[in-house]
């Protein structure tokens, strides 16, 4: 071992001071010892020594106190650069204490280990009426291939162009990498810096902030009390987090696993799986399929490619241009807002609002105590909510909507329309297909009906106007009490008329060929030559037939900019 002659300073020292119980209180609490005082005296020496390293040899650095800096050169040589550092009440004292500091060289087949060794009274520091503190600081060039080795406890950790494997430990103090091989990084209470690692790399931390770029190779992270940021990754990653914020961007895949942080991931070339407990999810340009679960935190995802898997609670979901071949929603508390779905769409919530935009799958929407919106579905869509309305516009197939204390207002229909609701109003404008309808104690306006048109409603009013037919006619059957119908059928169109009320009247504008009396509570007859049936069927109100001039045609449903 080689070491230069000892030479005197007085200053400050701050690595590792020993200052009786309160330092001991310190130490447990996870930092180095401080020590101040302009009474003090410090005395620092220097150690160099070079040794030469075999191929495929290793470098081991044992440290406790101080900082480690390694750089990877070339050539074969380890070149080993320190400085002691003692402090105490005397110059005499803070001297001998310098002196007894070692610093260990060994060379074997396996490599070279470089290991500080510290007298007994580093053993004894918490003895009252003490008042010394000591580190040594390292600065290593080492052959940049070579595997290296650190375990240091309070102090920083700096090694760049170790090309080799690099396996580096840290107790109390930052842990920074650049230009490395494969790398394995842990530490306790410091944070953790890698940019640019050119093989597999794994992170593990407890209680500091960890931030990773530029690896060729796959990547795991755990943390538990600390930021996670993560960006340019070509493999896989994989992120284990616990109590702070992720943000990764542009990987191959990834799986996220965190609580009371937020996850925000951009720019994932494959598949994506997320778990989180109590922050925000946030996603966007996903290659593959976007597995999410969550709550208590709101949910977004955009530019999503695969298929999409939503489970959460207690937030909002808002989901945009999701290109995949289908999109599951499973939400409580929270309200879904989804954009531009290529894919079927299957999305449900307890307790909020659903809004649907440009859907262009198969559509299935149900809620308990929510509103459902829905605008711009080419092939049909299924809504059900409990307490609240239904607004669907531009439905390209079949629909069915189904609520209770709560309206349905429907427009632009281009297939079959079935409704069941109870306590709440029913209107419904340009059908291409037929209406079914059940309601009670609210009305129902149905406008521009292409097909058959069935109403059966208790105390609300019934109000239909139907459409001129290419060919032929459709049967018209509503029903109702305690309220008016009125019906508005085209000219020239023949039906078999069963009309009876009670406590009100049945009139007709179009001529009636009738069996019964006109202008009583009963009329049976027909209209023109006969034909479908026009049932009509009331109890405590009035029913009126009129003329309607609304002719059938072409209604184009549901076509934007890029329908083909």
């Not at 003895?127 to 080492?142: C, E, F, R």
């Not at 162009?161 to 650049?178: C, F, P, Q, Y």
């Not at 349905?408 to 281009?414: D, F, N, P, R």
């Not at 069941?420 to 109003?425: F, I």
């Amino acid at each position: 071992m080689n070491s230069t002659a000892p030479t005197s300073r007085k200053g400050p020292l701050r690595v590792a001071a020993v200052t009786g119980i309160f330092s001991v209180l310190l130490l447990v609490a996870g930092k180095p010892v401080l020590a101040e005082s302009s009474a003090q005296e410090q005395v620092s020496r220097d150690f160099q020594k070079t040794v030469t390293l075999g191929a495929g040899q290793s470098v081991r650095v044992e440290h406790k106190f101080g900082e480690v800096r390694l750089h990877g050169e070339a050539g074969r040589e380890v070149k080993i650069s320190a400085t002691i550092r003692a402090q105490a009440s005397s110059h005499e004292e803070a001297e001998a204490f310098a002196q007894r500091i070692q610093i260990e060289v060994l060379q074997s087949s396996e490599g070279v280990r470089i290991k500080t060794i510290y007298p007994d009274e580093e053993k004894k520091w918490f003895q009252l009426n003490k008042h010394s503190s000591w580190s040594v600081s390292y600065d290593i060039g080492m052959p940049s291939d070579a595997p290296l080795t650190v375990r240091n406890s309070f102090g920083s950790i700096d090694a760049a162009r170790i090309h080799g494997m690099a396996d580096l430990e840290n107790s109390h103090g930052s842990i920074t990498v650049r230009d490395a091989g494969a790398v394995r990084l842990n530490n306790s209470f410091g944070s953790i810096e890698l940019n640019g690692a050119n093989g597999n790399t794994s992170v593990n931390d407890n209680n500091g902030s960890v931030q990773v770029s530029d690896v060729k190779g796959t990547l795991e992270v755990r943390n538990r009390f600390g930021s996670i940021t993560i960006k340019d990754i070509q493999g896989a990653v994989t992120i284990t987090g616990g109590n702070g914020a992720v943000i990764l961007n542009n990987a191959a895949s990834a799986s996220i696993t965190t609580s009371f942080g937020s996850v925000e991931a951009r720019n994932i070339r494959g598949d994506l799986a997320v778990r989180d407990n109590n922050g925000n999810v946030d996603v966007s340009g996903i290659g593959g399929a976007a597995d999410i679960t969550n709550s208590f935190g709101n949910v977004i995802f955009s530019d999503v490619k695969g298929r999409v898997v939503c489970t959460t609670n207690n937030g909002r979901v808002k989901g945009s241009s999701l290109t995949g071949n289908s999109v599951t929603i499973r939400d409580s508390f929270g309200n879904i807002e989804l954009d531009t779905v290529s894919g079927a769409l299957e999305a449900e919530t307890s307790n909020g609002k659903i809004s649907v935009r440009d859907a262009r799958g198969s559509v299935s929407l149900k809620s308990s105590f929510g509103a459902i919106e829905a605008s711009n579905i080419p092939k049909g869509i299924r809504a059900v909510t409990g307490n609240g309305g239904i607004t669907l516009t531009d439905i390209g197939g079949d629909t069915y909507a189904k609520t209770s204390f709560g309206s349905v207002l429907v427009e632009k229909i281009g297939g079959n329309l079935t409704v069941e609701n109870t306590n709440g109003s029913v209107t419904a404008q340009s059908v291409k297909g037929d209406a079914i309808v059940n309601t009670s104690f609210a009305g129902v306006t149905l406008e521009s009906i292409g097909g058959r048109i069935t109403v059966d409603n208790q105390n609300g009013a019934i109000s239909v106007t139907a459409m001129r037919p290419a060919s032929g006619c459709h049967d018209i059957s509503l029903k109702t009490s305690f309220s008016s119908i009125r019906v508005r059928v085209p000219g020239g169109v023949g039906y078999n008329v069963t009309a009876r009320t009670s406590f009100g009247r049945v009139s007709s504008e179009l001529p009636v060929t009738a069996t019964g009396t006109m202008g009583g509570d009963t009329l049976n007859g027909k209209i023109g030559s006969g034909g479908c049936q026009l049932l009509l069927t009331d109890s405590n109100g009035s029913i009126e037939i009129l003329k309607s001039s609304l002719i059938a045609r072409n209604i184009s449903f549901c076509r934007n900019a890029h329908d083909p």
